[in-house]
């Protein structure tokens, strides 16, 4: 039973990743506006059915690898000593994180860098990732001693971490001269918490 289970979820990742390459190669292609989801579907050789059972929509589709690498982040923050001082905690996970991206794949990230900015993908960014940075408060919020102002401190805290994140992953994206472990450990050094 464990191994068809397994077999089946390594199939949904297969399926999800599939869509996901296809969402991006067409929007690099041809612009995210002109994308469809039945042409994403088509691209992927799945059903438009099938599609909406792993994405609601397009953006979910072209924005799911960086949402798994926040999420990855995510986890790698909660793993870290509960005891520890919160920006610490957090420029080790993101270095870690960062150890973990080093073999991006360069048509990946090629595709990713020409649709990154589109305005018509601004709105679902800013809501993906907001989300996103209240879960960053809340894993930070544990970190603080208990005090009235420590839900303003850690909002403060996971805001200005992930801003710095998304600064040097952009600025690495377009500037591979050095590891993305060095350029997020110099942008998450230039913060004093």
Do not use: C
Request: charge should be neutral.
């Amino acid at each position: 039973m464990d191994e068809t289970v397994g077999r089946r979820e390594r199939k949904k990742a297969a399926t999800r990743e599939a869509l996901h390459r296809a969402a991006l190669r067409l929007a690099a292609e041809q612009g995210p506006d002109r994308v469809t989801v039945e042409a994403i579907a088509d691209a992927a050789d799945v059903s438009r059915r099938t599609f909406s059972n792993y994405f609601a929509n397009k953006e979910e589709a072209l924005f799911h690898a960086d949402l798994v690498r926040i999420r990855r982040l995510l986890e790698l923050v909660h793993a870290q000593p509960l005891d520890e001082q919160p920006w610490p905690a957090l420029t080790r996970a993101a270095e870690q994180l960062a150890r973990e991206s080093d073999g991006l794949d360069p048509l990946w990230l090629a595709q990713r860098r020409l649709i990154r900015n589109h305005p018509s993908l601004a709105a679902h960014q800013i809501t993906a990732y907001g989300a996103v940075e209240q879960e960053f408060t809340a894993e930070i919020a544990r970190r603080l001693p208990e005090a009235p102002e420590t839900p303003l401190h850690a909002r403060v805290l996971a805001g200005t971490f992930l801003h710095a994140l998304r600064a040097a992953t952009q600025h690495w994206t377009d500037h591979q001269e050095r590891p993305l472990v060095e350029v997020v450990r110099a942008a998450l050094g230039y913060v004093t918490p």
